[in-house]
């Protein structure tokens, strides 16, 4: 599946000026990009899509701890990608995505986007890269998870309240970094005061992602 350039979101290092239409990730693609932008387009490793497919198809590429050989695979803000001894995790650096070199990684954070109830009272966590995870300890829409990688076993629960350290993940301020310092209730929506380094914003829940 392709989208024109154009049509990219705002985040993804592509330049605007090129081939009308780019390949887009298979799945998740409001806010993901697909592996080949990686490897070709950003570290440069590859130069054409067949020279990605073949390094794919090779099992030399980790996405966070797991091997990875479709060339579309979505990549997003604080995956891990391994490429033989180097890994790179994705950050925002001036509102884009960005490879930072880092040592390999064995932990993750995603946020909780869904919440179900299963058989025998079980529950069960839908997370915002498509992970599925049955969590025994309290929990609510909007919290993080600390997974090990690539085990994605539950290290720890993080609560969206006040007190907690965030990263903004949607709007205006995205990719800062703040603390929730109260809780309101504007209208019928839950909303959260956080304080930056250099001034406030109220914000929904869906721009936050409860961070260490």
Known sequence: MHKKRSELPREIPLPRKGTKYVSVASHFQNNK????????DILKIARTKHETKKICLGGNIKVNGRVIKDIKF??????????????????????KYFLEEIKKEKKRILKVIGKKILKDKKVQANLE???????????S???SVILSSPENKLIKILSLKEGANVEIVKGKYLGKIGKVVSIEKVGEKTMFKIKFDDGEALL???????IE
């Open 129 to 139: 890269d498509g992970t599925n995870l049955l969590i025994k300890e309290k929990f």
């Open 33 to 40: 990009m697909p592996l080949i932008f990686i490897l070709r």
């Open 204 to 210: 929904s829940k869906e721009a936050l992602l409860v």
């Open 141 to 143: 829409l909007g919290d």
């Open 74 to 95: 979505p990549i997003g803000l604080r995956d891990f990608v391994e490429v033989e001894e180097k890994c790179y995790k994705v950050i925002l650096k001036n509102k």
